[in-house]
């Protein structure tokens, strides 16, 4: 079975410091994976996915993400966040072709602190 | 335009009563899925509807839980004879067409509606 682990459940970051918000996945197969972003009281928000071919993600906010097969990781980065960039963020993926069921983390709370 | 729609925003409830809970998709999306976050987890699979025919609903609880897309539109979430463990925020999601041969489609989620039995 697949599964994903969020290791960090609360990062702390200050205004415009670096930030890397941490995933590992489980998989037998070939996984597509996803990053979303959940505001308070809104719904989740596609940041970026990772489907095939550079493994390098650049999604929108100024975020991006790096798939590395070897270590079955897709860790989230952002060079310098802002206040705004609070929220919950969780990695997902899915079984590859055909596939249409998310698996999520259990989620990484992020403080940008002024 | 319009994204996904999901009322109540909340409700509050009596174990042993029923709730429906409805989602509207975005208009001319024929895919739509049911996801349930509890408290301090990530959303977790209920259930996935290919135009109007839940094509798995593997991920139902049981079987006090159900779900209707009569018109290959707007789902309802139905929940006979709540219990506190069901309280949680029940989400909604559509994509435009399905997984197809690729699961590549981005799921566009609603705000969800958070559930509390007491």
């Known amino acids: 079975a697949q599964s994903v682990t969020q290791l960090d459940s609360q990062v702390p970051v200050f205004e415009e410091a670096p930030v890397e918000l941490r995933c590992n996945y489980s998989s037998s197969v070939s996984v597509y994976l996803f990053w979303y972003v959940q505001y308070p ?15 390098l993600v650049k999604g929108i906010n100024g975020f991006e993400a790096e798939f590395n097969k070897s270590q079955t990781s ?35 709370k992020l403080s940008v602190i002024p | 335009g319009a994204g996904v729609s999901q009322t109540p925003s909340n ?20 895919a739509l899925y049911w996801y349930r976050q509890s408290l301090g987890q990530g959303p977790e699979f209920l259930i996935y509807f290919q135009g109007t025919g839940a094509a798995d609903d593997s991920g139902l609880p049981n079987d006090r839980f159900f779900a209707v897309r009569p018109e290959g539109s707007v789902s309802t ?42």
């Open chain 1, 41 to 55: 009281n809104q719904g989740l928000q596609l940041l970026l996915k990772y489907l095939s071919g550079s493994t």
């Open chain 1, 74 to 108: 897709f860790h989230l980065r952002k060079p310098s966040v802002h206040i705004s960039d609070t929220a919950e963020y969780f990695c997902a993926l899915k079984m590859g072709a055909g596939s249409y069921q998310l698996t999520f983390g259990k989620g990484t």
């Open chain 2, 11 to 30: 409700k509050v409830t009596e174990k042993g009563k029923y709730v429906e809970l409805r989602c509207d998709p975005i208009s001319g999306h024929t």
């Open chain 2, 77 to 118: 979430l139905k929940i006979q004879r709540t219990e506190r463990g069901d309280s949680a925020v029940y989400l909604c999601a559509s994509s435009l067409k399905g997984p197809g041969l690729a699961g590549q489609e981005t799921q566009y989620f609603g705000p969800g509606t958070r559930l509390l039995v007491l």
